[in-house]
């Protein structure tokens, strides 16, 4: 990907976001911090490293 296309895809992407109403950013942005996880935000990436090394191990 060159450096104009990633601009204008990230120029798109802002666009996209400013165009939602100000009441749907907050609820996704509520919605992705509940889907985070507790562990993870406590303990960062080590609980999804250590989870997919045993589920390879299985």
Known sequence: MSGNDYIKFMTEQFVTYLD???EER???KLEQKVSYGVSNYWLGVLPFVLKSIRKKAE
Do not use: V, W
Request: glycine fraction near 0%; charged fraction near 85%; hydrophobic fraction near 0%.
């Open 20 to 22: 939602r109403p100000r």
């Open 26 to 28: 907050k609820k996704r």
